[in-house]
């Protein structure tokens, strides 16, 4: 039995949620998101909680049980409150800013980069050195800011790179003479 999957999930005031199918809708103060739901789980409105239930009992459908139960209260937060990922750039000359409609990031290679910000995603810049990714849908936000990372990983020597606010970077002693 899913431990996770039995919880219901609540809805929010000022939320709204339908079951259509297989696609459980959410709309709130913040946009709308959809949950397409796995063949093995089904969904039903009660009052005021989303209730996620296997369709038989294998072990696929306990585990998709209390994935799904997850992922729509995910939703849930998301159309409530948004999902926020901060980033830090350290390293000399390292910095980022928003060009219209695009993320602007110099990383000490011979070329900036011009990253294109998707749609449902806002990037701000407090500082040259931060940068915050914010939006409802929790998998958008965290692959955003994952792909920004990559550009350049911190590195283990100097700690240069962009990491994630509050990440521990594991440093290594340098050569010793």
Do not use: C
Not at 6 to 14: E, F, N, Q
Not at 64 to 75: F, H, I
Not at 111 to 131: F, L, Q, R, S
């Amino acid at each position: 039995m899913s431990r996770v999957g039995k919880k219901p999930v609540a809805i929010p005031s000022g939320v709204t949620a339908s079951v259509e199918g297989q696609v459980v809708k959410v709309k709130g103060p913040k946009g709308a998101l959809a949950v397409a739901l796995h063949s093995d789980v089904a969904a039903k409105v009660e009052g005021s909680e989303v209730k996620i239930d296997p369709r038989a009992d294998t072990k696929r459908a306990r585990a998709m049980w209390g994935t799904y139960r997850s992922l729509l209260a995910n939703a849930m937060t998301g159309v409530t409150k948004g999902f926020e990922r901060r980033l830090e750039i350290s390293g000399v000359g390292y910095r980022a800013a928003l060009q219209g409609k695009n993320l602007q990031v110099q990383l000490g290679y011979s070329h900036d980069i011009v990253y294109p910000i998707p749609e449902g995603i806002t990037i701000a810049v407090p500082k040259a050195t931060e940068v915050v990714v914010t939006g409802i849908d929790q998998q958008k936000v965290g692959h955003v800011a994952a792909e920004i990372r990559a550009f350049r990983k911190p590195e283990p020597y100097k700690g240069k790179g962009v990491k994630y606010a509050g990440e521990y970077i594991f440093r290594k002693e340098g050569k010793k003479k």
